[in-house]
DNA sequence: CGTGTCGTTGAGCTCAGTCAATAAAAGTGG
DNA sequence: CCACTTTTATTGACTGAGCTCAACGACACG
């Protein structure tokens, strides 16, 4: 069990392990020259988390619960077997790793070209089918464990700002928040204004290696 | 040969291959439903393009010529016997995909969270160490094929403004333009206020399985 | 009940965008 | 090579989205 708010792994640690997060919400973010902090990804019940970093001797990123969690360790070294007794395994690994570059292209669209508003309703339609796809029921609404502070940094706005936006959200009928919990009102409408493209659609696997026995 | 400003694959276009750059410069964008678009990568000489559509039998981004360029191109069903044959291939791919992951993160921190100096400064500091890391003299100033709005589209500004940060970073004596040619002055400071991160330093590939023979 | 964190709101400011005009460069056809 | 067109770079004036600063309320926790 990792608690809210504790560093489960910083920023130039080692890397002999990564992580599938079993329950709760983490998130991996960078620390900035000036302080200022950008949070990457957030890692979700049934994702990787730190699987990035893989290929350095010390994590690029640092992870923190966002939430109190439960992960489970797997050590990178387990990997060279798998690449040599299951290349299907392999493969999988990389078109995972493929996956998450076009949706952090995607963030990077959104964050770079899109208004406030947009890039606000953008986070919460991602993590909204993101839960929905790991099996999280998210119809009573979703249970947001991210401060205003965070979600600004996801988004590269302020804090202050952020809530402006949730608020327009709400105003538009959008999205309703209450003690603490958010739910999406008009899931149509709020994936338009995110410019939200579903990148689980249209996955080709055929070119992957089959199952070795 | 692909000739400036032609596109070499559409978004949405099959995607049986991909492709090494030879010679020139690519970059792949995505275009918003507002017309807007964001440029997500360059491509340059000695790198992939086009290998992060791999798991979608439609691209996810269009590739586009910024220079006269010549490329090879690779089926993409070769690569099943290469996960199975050679294993290390397949995790070299893997690493590869991750730290185009870890640059792209390092973008998305560029632009979400620092000024447009900051991140015109990225942009030319990225490219100058690529450009070095894959051999091409640099040292007499890079000749930039892009046009400034281009530039805007990679670092989310508009072209009117990445214009006047390229004139501050001349007077700034950090760099120097001339008839197409851009020399840097003062890297280590460019680098500094671009909070450039070397991605290249600190690999650790002893995980790798050992080379097939 | 004090303290700290988080959310909310207002007022004013600033960085970057918009609009527009002009210069410079690069093509294009003759 | 020259006239003409299109693209790209440059600069100024103005605007506005989002940031900063600040105050206050709500809530959790010891």
New binding site residues.
């Given amino acids: 069990m990792v608690l809210?708010?504790t560093v489960l792994r910083a920023e130039h640690s080692g890397t002999r392990e990564f992580y599938i997060v079993r329950r709760g919400w983490l998130y991996s973010s960078m620390l900035l020259f000036d302080g200022n902090r950008q949070i990457l990804s957030m890692h979700l019940p049934g994702e990787f988390a730190g699987e990035v970093g893989l290929p350095w001797d010390k994590a690029p990123f640092t992870i923190t619960a966002a939430s109190d969690t439960v992960v489970c360790v797997i050590d990178k070294g387990a990997l060279r077997g798998l690449f040599e007794r299951q290349p299907r395994i392999g493969a999988l690994l990389l078109t995972l790793a493929q996956i998450e570059r076009v949706t952090l292209a995607d963030r990077l669209a959104s964050i770079g070209r899109?208004?406030?508003?947009?890039?606000v309703a953008a986070l919460i339609v991602d993590v909204l089918r993101r839960l929905r796809a790991g099996g999280e029921a998210a119809d009573g609404g979703i249970a947001?464990p991210?401060?205003?502070?965070?979600?600004?940094d996801a988004?590269?706005?302020?804090?202050?700002?952020?809530?402006?936006?949730?608020?327009q959200l709400g105003e538009d009928g959008l999205i309703a928040?209450s003690?603490?919990r958010l739910r999406v009102i008009d899931e149509a409408r709020l994936a338009g204004i995110a410019n939200h493209i579903d990148r689980y659609a249209g996955l080709d696997l055929g070119w992957l290696p089959p199952a070795a026995r």
């Fill in positions: 809210r708010g899109t208004s406030a508003k947009s890039r947001l991210l401060t205003q502070e965070e979600i600004g988004t590269g706005l302020t804090a202050v700002h952020v809530n402006r936006m949730m608020r928040r003690n603490g």
